[in-house]
């Protein structure tokens, strides 16, 4: 769905490291391991995490596209090297044939890419697809969606979140309030979550989730300011900015619903109670309120960009489904890797990488430029 932009990733969850390569991406751009560094550490944080990231110290290494501290035009690659492939690549993850038998993944996990996965190649052994489809990948998106976030902030565009929602827990949290970059505070909670009393009930439902050898999942709100009228468009269902945007969050594993704006709940009310008036405010035209969440039409509207997401529970749990030993055909429990009982702070600030991809690609889409100073005096030529 990307116009612009290309990206791509590559790596295995137990591998030697993840590779990642963002093509299209303007000169020019001020950029740092150090600024990436900040998000790989935002997505390793949160109350549920499982053993994998107090081993795992991320950070990507910028191999190409940067000079003197400035993007060059050319495609941008970051590689993050696994410190937990020291642990496997003797054997479960070597590159040669193995020279002693190394036991074989046979009981699929319900809820993950493991039996759909082994029927789609035809394996016999699950961790051929396991390895790609965790969730580590998402690792290198948040290390591009950084590279994003260094030039939407060079146009004054902030891209944040916070939790709403673990299990039956829900924050009060009045979102059309957030205005400006609510990141320091959902930062300064373990699950992100900006009302501290929900926070500190979803940090015990989680505790006692995982107690019970369970899993959890949640709703998180990824939210975008500064954003200039007339990303997207209305043309092409291709073209539509929240189509873009709720494409991107549901590729994030483990998402199963997107919503925009006042989502779901635009369904019972009426067009009077939901469409946003508009006003004359210091001489631009304005909306009185942001029940659109700041796409109409498939185009930004110059509001605040409002996305909430819902993350299923993880799959792979302490006290494990029934399944199939896919060899034997006999009944069995399902396979048992080290993992997260909950993963909803870490995956918002996965979906603030991929607002910030789908944001970068569509005003690149509209502006054009081979710079950051064309993109500007484009964006300035139109008024914005
Ligand atoms: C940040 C993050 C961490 C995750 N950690 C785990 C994990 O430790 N164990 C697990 O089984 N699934 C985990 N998942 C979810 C699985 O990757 C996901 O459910 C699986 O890839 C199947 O995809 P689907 O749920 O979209 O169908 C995680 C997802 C995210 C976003």
């Not at 999942?217 to 709720?246: C, I, M, N, T």
Request: proline content about 4%; overall charge negative.
């Amino acid at each position: 769905m990307l116009q612009h932009l290309k990206f791509l990733t590559a790596g295995e969850s137990h591998g030697k490291g993840l590779s990642g390569i963002l093509e299209g991406f303007p000169a020019g751009v001020p950029l740092s391991e150090k600024f990436i560094a900040r998000d790989l550490a935002r997505r390793q944080k949160g109350h549920g995490r499982g053993g994998r990231m107090t081993i795992e110290k991320d950070h990507a290494e910028i191999t190409s596209g940067l000079r003197h501290g400035y993007t060059l035009g050319s495609p941008i690659a970051l590689w993050i090297q696994n410190k937990d492939w020291e642990n496997w690549k003797l054997d479960k993850m070597s590159h040669e044939v193995p020279s002693h038998p190394v036991p074989e993944v046979t009981l699929p996990r319900p809820g993950h890419a493991d039996l759909a996965g082994i029927q789609k190649f035809g394996f016999n052994d699950i961790r051929n697809v396991l390895e790609r489809s965790s969730a580590r990948e998402t690792a290198m998106r948040v290390g591009l969606g950084a590279v994003c976030r260094a030039f939407l902030s060079e146009l004054g565009i902030q891209v944040y979140s916070h939790v709403t929602q673990i299990g039956p827990v829900k924050a009060t949290v009045d979102s059309k309030g957030l205005t400006i970059n609510i990141n320091p505070d959902a930062d300064a909670s373990d699950v992100r979550c900006l009302d501290q009393t929900a926070g500190e009930a979803m940090i015990k439902h989680i505790d006692e989730t995982r107690k019970v050898g369970d899993s959890v999942g949640g709703v998180f709100e990824v939210l975008a300011s500064g954003l200039p009228p007339g990303l997207g468009s209305y043309a092409h269902w291709d073209r539509k900015l929240d189509a873009r945007l709720a494409a991107a969050m549901m590729s994030i594993n483990a998402m199963k619903s997107v919503s925009i704006g006042d989502g779901l709940d635009v369904g019972i009310v009426t067009g009077s109670q939901v469409h946003d008036e508009i006003i004359k405010k210091d001489d631009t035209i304005r909306r009185a309120t942001n029940h659109a969440g700041g796409i109409e039409g498939g185009m930004s509207n110059g509001e605040i960009i409002q996305v909430q997401v819902t993350m299923k529970p993880i799959p792979t749990l302490a006290k494990p489904l029934h399944s199939v030993d896919i060899q034997t055909r006999e009944p069995g429990i399902a396979h048992k890797e080290r993992t997260d009982a909950c993963a909803v702070p870490a995956a918002s600030v996965i979906g603030e990488a991929m607002m910030a991809l789908v944001l970068t690609d569509a005003i690149l889409e509209k502006f054009g430029g081979d710079s950051l100073d064309q993109v500007k005096a484009h964006m300035a030529a139109t008024g914005v």
